[in-house]
């Protein structure tokens, strides 16, 4: 596609729903990034993909959140058991394979626990 | 492990006035430098980069940045802003060879006409 999309931009859970927030890629960027961006956080790291080694899921705060990329191209990221510190904006970027490129960054989707 | 510094927050400034925000960073070796822009409503775009080169980078809509390696520093200026600069501001670094970009936590500019 033309630029990252995510789905769905807005979601609205009850505390303790499971959730899962979808990436779509532009075409032919192996890396895809996960962050979170919550007001007065600036953007937390939570996970990162790169072709076809093992993500760097450091960023992940806690055990309820976890992400797949399936076929090196679609990603979802998943949250069991939500909580309100959770709601957030979830932003997905991608980029092209090497240091020196720029990333970029989907509209996000805004996750409201409730 | 990298780290990025963005020690404004929030940013008021008139229309005219100049801008300068800081960025530090926390890597020895070589590193690749980011600022991107979050205009109201819209997603993060690349505001400039450096990778190699001249230090001083020119990015879009009459922004720059100076990368002082002695200071692991790479702030970000504009001698004139307007109106339409009002956005948060990201600072971000990849280094050591590693494709991963941290970011810094962002500094709100609010141009009052």
């Known amino acids: 596609g033309a630029g990252v999309s995510q789905s769905p931009s807005n979601k609205v859970t009850e505390k303790g729903k499971d959730v899962e927030l979808r990436c779509d890629p532009i075409s032919g960027h192996t890396a895809l990034y996960w962050y979170r961006q919550s007001l007065g956080q600036g953007l937390e790291f939570l996970i990162y993909f790169q072709g076809n080694s093992a993500p760097d899921k450091s960023g992940l705060p806690s055990d309820r959140f976890s992400a797949e990329r399936t076929g090196g191209s679609v990603s979802t990221l998943t949250i069991q058991r939500t909580q309100q510190e959770d709601s957030a904006v979830y932003l997905c970027?991608?980029?092209?394979?090497?240091?020196?490129?720029?990333?970029?960054f989907g509209q996000g989707t805004r996750l409201t626990v409730v | 492990a990298q780290s990025v510094s963005q020690h404004n927050h929030h940013v008021i400034l008139s229309e005219a006035a100049s801008l300068e925000l800081g960025c530090n960073y926390s890597?020895?070796?070589?590193?690749?430098l980011f600022w991107y822009v979050q205009y109201p409503g819209q997603h993060l775009q690349l505001l400039l980069k450096y990778f190699s080169g001249d230090p001083l980078v020119k990015g879009i809509k009459g922004f720059e940045a100076e990368f002082i390696k002695s200071k692991f520093s790479f702030n970000l200026r504009k001698p004139s802003v307007q109106w339409s600069d009002t956005a948060e501001y990201f600072c971000?670094?990849?280094?050591?060879?590693?494709?991963?970009?941290?970011f810094g936590t962002g500094t709100k500019l609010q141009v009052i006409p």
């Open positions: 971000a670094v990849n280094s050591g060879g590693y494709q991963k970009v941290t």
């Open positions: 970027a991608s980029s092209t394979p090497g240091q020196n490129t720029e990333a970029f």
């Open positions: 890597y020895g070796g070589t590193v690749n």
